[in-house]
Structure formats: structure tokens, C-alpha cells
């Protein structure tokens, strides 16, 4: 199957209500949901599918894309954090994040089996993740996005400005990073790893330890932006999906701020050089960021 649908999800009167409805009643909402997933944890799936891309790479476009297929129900909030955060959870506590096993029984109108899955960026960074998702997770689809290191590094700075949890310039940021993750505090590794974030080889190496390739799709921001319908078709065929197309692939979460310096982009690209060469190696392809 293959073509376009209308994105009803996204036009009809209840999406409409959810995208302007107050924060505090969207709050409010997903709190009565994430209660009614633990009331009903024991009915609940795990997830066919794990976005766990790179934080301020475009995983929460990709998933929303995802979600917009007939054949996929979300799971009751995107980021779970069920492998960083959350892990002194059982897992029974990660099932209820997902949907009842009757929602995705096959419809009149839809005769297949639906799939869920979630996508929390920081399950890229973190070392004991990788291991932990195989041990309950074997045979789950994997999807790492991937972007131009230099571009994440200062987003994801203006990110944490934005927040109010970084008050130094981007290049004294850098300068400090180093000391600040050396003091190994969770909150330094969570707001202030800039740099660190963006060496993809090594972390994905972490992930092809721990899984076989077929199981892991890495694709980049840079291309799905560019050609949605290429990268959304190969996510797609990766996750067991037919490919349905939306009509596009709007970018979420997006900043607007003040270009990067070009003497500290320079340094930047400088540094990633070699490490982009290793991930380059790695996959057996190249995306297209300047060494």
C-alpha cells in the first residue's frame, strides 16, 4: 500500500482543541492518561518500535510523522525515560505508557495489527541503555537521527538558554565543558554535554554491541527535512509498516535564535572531524557534514 491519507489526527476538532487548549489542561490530560495506563498496566504492550535519535536532531518530528500512520497508536507521552530516568521502575511501570492491547486489535476499517512505540532522545546518550533495552526489548526496531554535530551542539545550547539552566556564552560553555561533566553530577550530563552529545560513532557503537544491524535504522535530520518522503518510506519499511505518506514533514520543537560564530563553528567542525570520520566508517556511508 502506498499514497497519501488526510492527517485527520492533525485537522479534525479534537486535535484542534489539543494544539490550543491551556498548558494546564493538556497537563491535566496527560496526567488522566498515564493513570489510566498504570489502572491498566497488565493489558498494556510493550513498544514495537524505539526512536532514540540524537536530542535536538528532529526525533520528535520523525515520531509525530509516525504517529500520523493509520497503523500506529502512541504511546501515552513520547519521551518515556524509562531506560535513563526511570529505571528503578519495573517494568511494568514502562508497559503503562502504552496502549491496551484492544486498541491495537485489527478494525473494520483497518484489518492489521496496529504497532506503538516511543522516542526519547537521551537513550543515545547514556552508556547502560543499549544493554538494558535488549533485556527486555530483543526484538524491538531501532531508529537513530541523526544531525550535522556542530548545528546540534549550539541548538541544543539555545535550548538550555532558553530553559534558564545555561547562563554562559556558547564559547565559554564549551570551554567549561569539560570541567562540568567531570564533576559527573546527572545535571551537567543532562543540560551542559554539548560537545560530548554529538560523538555518534561511539555511542552507536554502544547500540551494535548490543543488537545486529537489521535491527537499527540511522538516518539523518538534514535528509529528512530535505526529502521527507525517502527517509519517512525507510523508517517505515525498517519498522514493518506499508508506506502511507503524510502530506509533509513539518519541523517541531523548533528555536529561533542568532546565527553560530563562524571562528567558533570553525573549532567545532575542527573537533568533530576525525569522530565524523569514525561514524562515516562505521555506517559504510557519509552524511553531508563539513569535516
Known amino acids: 500500500m502506498s499514497g497519501k491519507y488526510p492527517l485527520t489526527r492533525k485537522i479534525d476538532d479534537t486535535s484542534l482543541a489539543r494544539r490550543y487548549a491551556p498548558k494546564s489542561l493538556k497537563t491535566a490530560v496527560t496526567r488522566t492518561r498515564l493513570a489510566y495506563g498504570r489502572v491498566t498496566a497488565e493489558r498494556c504492550v510493550l513498544p514495537t518500535f524505539v526512536i532514540f535519535g540524537a536530542q535536538r536532531c528532529g526525533t520528535t518530528s520523525l515520531y509525530k510523522a509516525l504517529t500520523c500512520h493509520p497503523y500506529v497508536i502512541p504511546a501515552r507521552v513520547k519521551e518515556v525515560h524509562y531506560f535513563d530516568k526511570h529505571f528503578d521502575e519495573q517494568s511494568i511501570w514502562y508497559r503503562s505508557h502504552f496502549p491496551n492491547r484492544w486498541a491495537l486489535e485489527p478494525t473494520r476499517q483497518h484489518r492489521v495489527h496496529k504497532i ?6 537521551d537513550y543515545m546518550y547514556y552508556e547502560e541503555v543499549p544493554a538494558r533495552v535488549r533485556n527486555l526489548l530483543p526484538d524491538v526496531r531501532l531508529v537513530a537521527i541523526l544531525r550535522d554535530p556542530a548545528a546540534r551542539a549550539y541548538s541544543h545550547y ?3 538558554v532558553a530553559l534558564g539552566f545555561e547562563t554562559l556564552g556558547f564559547r565559554e560553555a564549551l570551554e567549561h565543558e569539560g570541567e562540568r561533566l567531570a564533576t559527573g553530577r546527572w545535571f551537567e550530563r543532562e543540560h551542559h554535554s554539548y560537545r ?4 555518534y560513532a561511539v555511542q552507536l557503537r554502544r547500540w551494535l ?12 535530520s538534514e535528509s529528512f527535512y530535505e526529502d521527507g518522503g525517502s527517509v519517512y518510506r525507510r523508517v517505515l519499511e525498517h519498522i514493518g509498516l506499508p508506506v502511507v505518506a503524510p502530506h509533509d514533514y513539518p519541523r517541531r520543537n523548533g528555536l529561533r535564535y542568532d546565527p553560530l560564530d563562524q571562528d567558533v563553528e570553525a573549532d567545532l567542525r575542527r573537533f568533530y572531524g ?17 569535516a
Open 116 to 121: 506503538t512505540g516511543e522516542a526519547t532522545p
Open 158 to 160: 539555545q535550548h538550555e
Open 274 to 290: 576525525p569522530h565524523n570520520e569514525e561514524l562515516f566508517e562505521l555506517l559504510g556511508r557519509r552524511f553531508r557534514w563539513e
Open 196 to 199: 560530548e552529545r554529538g560523538l
Open 209 to 220: 554491541e548490543e543488537f545486529p544491524p537489521e535491527q537499527v535504522a540511522v538516518v539523518d
